[in-house]
């Protein structure tokens, strides 16, 4: 479960070839989540901010066990928030018991997550993180519940539950 991080290899490859050209090079490769969201923080800032936990499922893409969070039986009105930056990603009104372990969701906030392709296992799936400050909170699979039938997982963890 510990990969190095993007800068971490970036840091590697910088000193095992010594030389500035080739470090812009590696920039260019480094993941969507290293730029581009509204809020960014250096890996030293988040372990401040975040919990060992946290960190590693927001910043690491790593997965609670399931049935480990509180989370799962929250059934109250209200508002699930990402952990890293407090965006409201989740509404309680698409939550729904999946059976799986994890917190599950129908449906996000409009506009308040993004989805990229994840390889890291075999098959193909759909990693979903904050669109505020990428940080990663679960997969989204195809055999949710109506209306949308989608079924985003997410780490509990990666989210603060505000009752209406
Ligand atoms: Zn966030």
Same mark, same amino acid.
């Given at each position: 479960m510990t990969q190095p991080s993007a800068d971490r290899r970036s840091f590697l490859s910088i000193v095992g070839l010594g030389g500035t050209t080739v470090a812009l090079g590696a920039c260019?490769? $480094? +993941?969507?989540?290293?730029?581009? *969201?509204?809020v960014t923080r250096s890996e030293a800032e988040w372990r401040k901010r975040l919990t060992a936990q946290q960190f590693a499922v927001l910043r690491q893409e790593a997965t609670e066990r399931p *049935?480990?969070? +509180?989370?799962?039986?929250?059934?109250?009105k209200g508002i699930f928030a990402c @952990? #890293? %930056?407090?965006? @409201?990603?989740? +509404?309680?009104?698409?939550? *729904?018991?999946?059976?799986?372990g994890w917190p599950s969701f129908?449906?996000?906030?409009?506009?308040a997550v993004g989805t990229k392709t994840d390889r890291k296992l075999l098959y193909p799936r759909t990693e979903v993180h904050c669109a505020? %400050?990428?940080?990663h909170l679960g997969h989204i699979f195809?055999?949710? +519940?109506?209306? $949308? #039938?989608?079924?985003? %997982?997410?780490? #509990?963890?990666?989210l603060t539950f505000k009752p209406a």
């Open positions: 260019s490769g $480094t +993941p969507a989540q290293a730029k581009g *969201f509204p *049935f480990t969070s +509180p989370l799962n039986k929250e059934h109250r @952990a #890293g %930056c407090d965006t @409201a990603v989740y +509404p309680s009104r698409t939550k *729904f018991d999946s059976g799986t129908w449906e996000a906030v409009p506009g505020t %400050c990428g940080g195809d055999d949710g +519940p109506k209306p $949308t #039938g989608k079924r985003h %997982c997410i780490n #509990g963890v990666a």
